[in-house]
């Protein structure tokens, strides 16, 4: 299998190393970068598939450079940073990063992040237009056309606010999506009573599609951050 051609932008070398090692070693494609300025570079001359981005960087702040690819691409952006408090999170994923990795971290979880991430790409390279195509996760089934979601072939009676959760998250497979981004998505703006709201719809969804909420199958809860779904093999 061909595999992606990733983007490693670290400035130190020890972490940088590390992570280059552990990409030839399992047949990874790779560049790197040192600094924001000749990431942002590389980025747009080689179109890689995944960037692996930290925050610290000596010319000017990760979340900074996500913002400035952000403006052309929508590359997958994973970060890994030092940086642990939930806000950091935040600012990074609301700025477009699609997933975040704390340091230190274990080689096997970067590369489970990397196939999660590649899965996500296949996905989105396999799928037609989004309204006229059907989506499949499992047992679960959304046909976007026809604005109706199953459950192992089981009509789902959702209200309107909670299909329009269920799409949201489908198109994002993967993707941790923030507080802040659901709520403009869904209500247009990010008001801590909407939040709230979001928790209670949230709640009445997983009721739905998950055969057991205290054990999820299909949505994850990233506390303080915000929900992903996950991919079900």
């Known amino acids: 299998m061909n595999k992606a051609l990733i983007l490693v932008v670290e400035d130190d070398n020890s972490v940088k190393n590390l992570i280059t090692t552990t990409l030839k ?28 981005l930290d925050l610290g960087l000596p010319d000017m702040d990760g979340v900074e450079v996500i913002r400035k690819i952000r403006t052309w691409s929508n590359m997958p952006i994973i970060v890994i940073s030092a940086r642990s408090e939930d806000t950091d999170k935040i600012e990074a994923l609301d700025a477009g990063a699609d997933d975040y990795l704390t340091k230190p971290f274990s080689v096997e979880e970067l590369l489970a992040r990397l196939r999660v991430t590649q899965r996500r790409l296949n996905m989105l390279r396999d799928e037609t237009t989004a309204e006229s195509s059907v989506f499949t996760n499992g047992k679960l089934r959304i046909d976007y056309a026809a604005g109706c979601a199953y459950l192992a072939d089981k ?57 057991d909420t205290d054990s999820p199958q299909y949505i994850q809860t990233h506390i303080g951050v915000g929900y992903r779904m996950l991919k079900v093999e």
């Open 25 to 52: 070693a399992h047949n990874y494609r790779y560049l790197s970068s040192q600094n924001g300025a000749s990431a942002i570079l590389e980025a747009s001359s080689h179109n890689p598939d995944i960037v692996l």
């Open 155 to 211: 009509e789902l009676h959702l209200t309107p606010i909670e299909y329009k959760l269920l799409c949201l998250l489908s198109r994002n497979v993967g993707k941790v999506l923030t507080h802040t981004f659901i709520t403009q998505s869904i209500w247009g703006s990010s008001w801590e009573n909407d939040i709230a709201s979001l928790r209670v719809f949230m709640a009445t969804l997983r009721k739905k599609i998950e055969t």
